[in-house]
């Protein structure tokens, strides 16, 4: 594997920056397309970052995408562009599985994007009308990791009754459950099993959220990632963490998701 | 002693097949209030070829007096018509007249029956004479003789002098929908020959002849331009709107929802770009036996409604305790189709009218309680028109959704805590944590 190029030129008055295959920014545009319907980007010399909440302030995406997770990557002066998440998204799902993707500007009002060596696209920026949002501050009791097909399939059981999520973790166990008028289910995983790699419980925690979401981000996000780190607390945020590409490499999507607390 | 309350009819563990008197008398004699809720005569979910209570209610008004005796009918068409939904895609329509000429608009326009008994309503329904004739539904493309003359009515300005040739005197029927006004008697359609020069509405008439102009674009526009719904759904249901090849009939009943879908999906597109109001906002108003509460709240647009049908009413004859029903839809909307059906999307119809005409967007829980006076369903023409009356009347700020809560709970008789426990939006509210709320710990 190459190295990343990461360069400055002065005559530059934009950013170049392209990866080796699509997946990534497939994995980007339907986590973002699951909050918000416009996206503000951020490009500096560092890399790509992006956050935003959904309109209902349930839920937060915070990117970073390093320089060095790109396999070429320019940038002469920090840079904002925002796009309409749909058309941008229907660009990158334009590219085949082998194709680079490579994102630049040059001009004020549009964003060049080329799949492969021959394809060319350019789509119109939009005026930005985010502000700033910054991230919870959270400590996290529970850590664990868990492999993204164990995740979905627990989702997608407890979502048979109910439409909330009550996550328990203990030392060695992990308890997935939900109620609703038809009934109960409960997903146990444990320690010793393949589905949890790691498990870290400094104080035992539990808390319920909505599936909705998770389906939502874990079918997003999940694409490009075999793993999710998941941290939260009893009745607290939940923060999951999906690598975008090699895992050295650096880049992420974090998600954030406010509990549902029943008195 | 068999009773609806106790038998899960979806699942009676192995009681059907021991008991044939079962299906008699839980299913057909006592349907449940929850099984009479979410079919409402639509699906005929107790197994009987016709719904037991909207036969019951035709029965209610059989005994009115015999108009009919002839079966040539001579007046003006409101104008009126009608798509019958059983046999798609090959369809009954036909024309409806009544036998009297002069200004008919208000038999067919529902606009107008603001504060209308449920009787007149019927009276009026029941004077309208309706000639069937069986077509396809894609004929709307190339058209036939009735369909040109049909579409043609649709889209006239006032009502048309018309002659009903039938096949046969009319059933002396009236049939009624959850979705649709009542329609009247009925019979085969031998020939329907308006008399003189028909007057179009020229908006509605550019629509039909433009062929490339989409139906949801159609509909849009004319609503815009003010075209009373009920105009704008006789024509969509008799294919005038949407591009050449893709134009046919759509049974009325299925037409309404599709046009206060399309419509309701267009403003809520318009009223997202507004800024949020900034206080809980609770409407009241009533009609028909029936109590409407609106609760407006200061955030991004999501939507639920909510029906709560007391014991005796059209759709809980025989249910001892009130049943409730209700759907909601977060910023995004929703894939699947409501739950209570018609009178979600119909009030979605309204209530972004109200945001859009007030510039504004808001979320919106917006509730019903039908109290037995409501003996009849008589359409979600009622609910639409009931709904935009409310958000005309002066509505009472609060500052929390707790007091606009309490306040709006002061006009139902079905206590709050049933509210909160059928509401999503609610139990979200008190429920759901916002990562806001972190920031700053």
Redesign the interface.
Known sequence: MMPAETTKTSAMTGFVARTQTPSEWRAVTASILTLVEEATFDVTSEGITFRAMDPSHVALVDLFWPSSGFEKFECTKADKFTVRVEDFTKLVRRAESKDSIEISRQATDSLVMKLGSRREFELHLIESNQSNTPLPKLSFNSKFTIIEPAFDRVLNDISVVSSHITIETKKDTITFSGKGDTGKATVTLDRAGQDIPELDVKEESKATYSIEYLLKITKAAGSASDMINFEYSSKMPLRMEFKLGEASKGGRIHFYLAPRVQE | MFSSQTVNWFNPSGFIGNNPDWRTKVIIERPSAEMCLACRGAKLLCGKSRCPILTKAESFSRHAEMLYSSDVISGSSPPGLFVGRFGYPKVFIGPMVPAFHGDTEFLDTPEMWKGKTIEEIVDYRYSLVRGCFKTNIHDAVNGSRLIDTLQEISMANKPADSDLFLEKKPVQRITFSENSQPFGPSAPLKQFKPSGNISVDSRMEKAYYDRDLKASDAIFGLYRSGVLFSKIEKAFSVGVFGEKKKRKLVPTRWSITAVDSNLSLRLIDEIKDYDEIDEFRVFHGENLDNVYVGILTP????YEWIEAWHSGTAWNKFGTKPEMIGDYE??YGRKTYAKPGGCYYTTRLAITEYLARERKQSGAIMLREIHPGYILPVGVWNVRESIRSLLMNKYRAFDTLDEALNHACTFFSIPKSNWVANSELLRQAK???????????
């Open positions: 955030e991004k647009w999501k977060g910023y429920e759901q944590m916002k990562i806001t709320q972190y920031f700053s710990h």
